[in-house]
């Protein structure tokens, strides 16, 4: 769906366009994640659908998708849901459709090559295929697997319009494109309506006014603004305001992205703090068992590490370990101090001068 506006955010509601190929420019998985992505910011996903089909196991991943979907989803068929497209449209709650659109339905189609065995697999996949399709419709219109399947799967395609559809029960209502021409120029150019909501607005009064003398009209109010004033044509103002629409969404997206990176990179800061912390307490907790530091003089050492860790770091280390009161208290129980380690260190240098 690279091709294609994937999220369109609204005030409480946002569009999610499946324009293209089931399978091609409709990818499942883009699908999914957008749908995801979408259901963690809005209650309601108005999905629109213009596409000829393709593809049905990505279909009837997209298909779970929205039906599955925790969100209100309401699906528009803006132009065609064919084949795959008009099983995809089943899970709408509810599912409208512009009194220009169609809906086809037909039987699954497929191919392969090779031996009569591959054939009859292929046949037999088919046939499941058309049993789950059934299976979706039936449950949609009221009725029994069979009766879809002699009445829509016949091997003819069945090219339904709104009215049809809607007597049939493939959809809940017809929705009134035309309620689009109340809007005034003012609205139009208003400030307060996002890109989106004037892509959507002057594309759909440029497709329902017939006379070209209205669209030359709507373009010329366009033209008062500063981005349209050097449009020749209604398509360059539909270029201009598409990219409006895409730069909108980007900008959602790389704000959305740069949270997320702040919030991981105030956590990693936290982490990595708390680990030098205990990597400095530690430091004086060896220092002063071993009797490098007292009690006394732990203060300064401290400052030292906060003020400069590495150079701290180095001066304890380099303090000599002396002999304590507690080292002998230890003497004989087994616990190995860092004056014991020390005298070994000794010993097994006077050993190895000693075997030269």
């Given amino acids: 769906m690279k091709k294609f506006f994937n999220i369109i955010p609204g005030n409480g509601s946002c569009c999610l366009l499946l324009y293209g190929e089931i399978g091609g420019e409709v990818s499942c998985g883009d699908v999914m994640r957008n749908l995801l992505e979408a259901e963690k910011q809005y209650g309601r996903i108005d999905v629109r659908i213009n596409s000829v089909g393709g593809e049905v196991y990505p ?27 008009s099983a995809i449209a089943l899970c709408g709650k509810p599912v409208e459709m512009s009194r220009y659109a169609r809906l086809m339905i037909h039987t699954v189609r497929g191919g392969c090559w090779g031996t009569k065995e591959d054939m009859q697999d292929c046949i037999k996949e088919l046939e499941v295929l058309e049993g789950t399709l059934c299976k979706m419709y039936a449950e949609r219109l009221g009725k029994s697997e069979d009766e879809i399947r002699s009445q829509y799967f016949d091997g003819r ?15 809940d209502g017809i929705y009134d494109v035309e309620e689009n021409l109340s809007v005034s120029s003012e609205t139009l150019l208003s400030e307060k309506m996002t890109p989106e909501e004037i892509y959507n607005t002057f594309n759909n009064r440029l497709m329902i006014e017939p006379q070209n003398e209205n669209k030359m009209a709507l373009l010329e109010e366009l033209k008062k603004t500063p981005k349209f004033k050097d449009c020749a044509s209604e398509e360059a103002a539909l270029q201009i305001v598409a990219q409006l629409t895409q730069t909108a969404s980007g900008a959602e997206a790389l704000a959305l992205e740069n949270s997320r990176l702040k919030s991981e990179n105030d956590a990693y800061k936290a982490e990595k703090e708390a680990a030098v912390k205990a990597e400095k307490e530690n430091l004086l907790n060896e220092a002063e068992k071993c009797g490098k530091i007292t009690a006394q003089t732990r203060p300064a050492f401290a400052a030292l590490l906060e003020s400069d860790f590495d150079a701290g770091k180095k001066a304890l280390s ?39």
């Avoid at 929205?66 to 795959?84: C, E, F, P, V």
């Fill in 59 to 85: 279909g009837i991943a997209i298909f779970n998708a929205l039906r599955q979907s925790k969100a209100d989803i309401h699906i528009y068929i803006d132009g065609i849901a064919a084949s795959m497209a």
């Fill in 318 to 356: 380099e303090l000599k370990a002396t002999k304590r009161v507690m080292e002998d208290i230890n003497a004989g129980t087994g616990v190995k101090s860092c004056w014991d380690e020390r005298k070994a260190q000794i010993q097994a240098k006077y050993d190895e001068g000693r075997n030269r």
């Fill in 157 to 171: 395609d069945h090219w339904l319009s709104a009215e049809e559809a809607l007597a049939q029960g493939f959809i």
